[in-house]
């Protein structure tokens, strides 16, 4: 069996961190070998860590990294199907195969996560409302099951085990390799509106347009304005940049433009982010994005802002943050969302990035997060109080149809969870069968009792 390290883990908000014994196999026969040991206990799979809550956690348990299973095994040039092992990241994707004209199908707004992590939390980005989650640009994958067996599955081929995976948070098994349809590009840029909405209805209004004209849209929102500017927004809506604009201001329309490396180089104290600098950050934020058309934006500056500081987790201090996404249904979304921001008004808290976004249509993942209508993010430090507020927003959002996202959870309940996630039944009974001897299991798992028995 491979060797391990004892070491606390936590995921990107830095909040819970725990205990567990990590885990790092260079080879698909190594994580067999783990598996089927018997100790510690049970295990989860793990990539980049950059869910933000306990979703990558077992407190006391296995953590098994697939970042060593990164290599890149076949792909046809002709069609974008890319064959990789599950650890390869999205930043090592873009890396090869932007140059060669390729892009992702699908991106969350970090380059720095696995092809696995990305399967397994079914991520989304700027172009759902379009596109889908990256569970519809996965062809086939191979999971390793708790038993030793390679399964083999596929929209068509086993396919209920394929939905229980494309979403289920690890819990099925380690996924081993994928082959996934990369889009194709004529450069490394979008061109990018910005338009200002002073209110929430004009934010809704903009969306909703920019459902037709853009490919990808998204809003910045500042959620400390109340009363008639309540939900003040910057949309961003963005096509492919056509390539003889791209080519009028560079030679290399498929490179990168180089940037000076940033970082945060140690942890912030926890009074820096309070109400007085986020309203500050927010009116900044706001007087320098008027409203512009046809600004030609690289690809890093458009859907990775933050990728760019390493370590910007370090800014909510040592306690950590909660990003806290949720998801709202088109008949009931509005008035969910309204009620959600004046909640949050109401409550003096500070959040220092908000996202707002429309979703499409969800896909058939048993637990994947998207759904048809909106969904907003909000990053929230760990502050007293802060676990039952959000637990209070929860039923909030439960009463309004919608659902958190287990790729940024570390609060709700088990039982808001079942609420809101009806197919829930259906994934025991896959996870179950797969894994009877309940082998597989994380610290996500086991808060919100997502596993039967």
């Known amino acids: 069996m491979e060797g391990f390290v004892s070491r606390p883990l936590a995921g990107w908000g830095r909040y819970p961190v725990e205990p567990g014994q990590l885990f790092r196999p260079e080879r698909r026969a190594g994580v067999a070998a783990i598996l089927s040991a018997g100790a510690p206990g049970t295990f989860v799979p793990r990539g980049l860590g950059r869910s933000y809550g306990d979703a990558a956690l077992n407190r006391d348990g296995g953590v098994i ?6 290599r890149f095994l076949a792909f046809d040039a002709e069609s974008g199907l890319l064959h990789c092992e599950a650890g390869v990241s999205f930043a090592e994707i873009i890396a090869a195969f932007l140059p060669r004209g390729w892009f992702l199908p699908v991106t969350p707004g970090t380059k720095f996560v696995s092809v696995g992590g990305a399967i397994a939390m079914d991520v989304h ?40 995976t494309v979403g289920g948070a690890g819990l099925t098994g380690v996924i081993l390799t994928a082959r996934i349809r990369l889009q194709r590009v004529d450069s490394a840029y979008v061109q990018v509106d910005y338009r200002r909405a002073p209110d929430i209805e004009a934010a809704f209004a903009g969306l909703a347009a920019a459902d037709e004209r853009y490919q990808y849209s998204v809003a910045w929102i500042d959620c400390l304005k109340g009363g008639r500017s309540l939900g003040r927004s910057v949309l961003m ?44 950050f927010n009116a900044l934020y706001y007087g320098m994005h008027p409203s512009a058309e046809g600004r030609l934006v690289d690809l890093d500056t458009y859907f990775y802002p933050l990728d760019g500081v390493q370590n910007w987790n370090r800014i909510y201090g040592r306690r950590g943050f909660i990003q806290y996404q949720v998801a709202l249904p088109p008949a009931s979304g ?19 990035l908000a996202v707002l976004k429309r979703f499409g249509p969800g896909d058939a ?46 609060v709700c309940t088990p039982e808001s969870f079942a609420a809101m996630y009806p197919r829930l039944p259906e994934f025991r009974a896959v996870q179950r069968a797969l894994d009877p001897e309940g082998r597989l299991s994380s610290s996500l798992a086991r808060r919100l009792r997502i596993l039967a028995g």
Request: charged content about 20%; aromatic content about 8%.
């Open 65 to 70: 990294s697939t970042l060593r299973l990164n």
């Open 125 to 164: 980005g700027k172009n759902h409302h379009r596109d889908g989650a990256i569970g519809s640009f996965v062809v086939d994958l191979e999971l390793l099951t708790p038993a030793g067996e390679v399964l083999t599955c596929s929209p068509t081929i086993l396919p209920e085990i394929f939905w229980a």
């Open 237 to 280: 809506g963005g096509n492919p940049a056509p390539l003889d604009r791209v080519r009028r201001q560079t030679s290399t329309p498929l490179a990168l433009p180089r940037k000076r490396a940033k970082g945060v180089p140690f942890d912030f104290p926890a009074f820096t982010l309070n109400r007085l600098s986020i309203a500050a």
């Open 365 to 410: 993942g048993l637990l994947s997060f998207p759904m048809s209508g909106y969904t907003l993010a909000l990053d929230l430090p760990v502050t007293s109080g802060l676990v039952p507020f959000l637990q209070e927003l929860d039923q909030l959002v439960l009463a309004h149809g919608g659902r958190i996202y287990l790729a940024k959870d570390s």
């Open 334 to 352: 509005r008035a969910g969302l309204i009620a959600l921001l004046e909640r949050f008004s109401r409550s003096r808290r500070a959040s220092f």
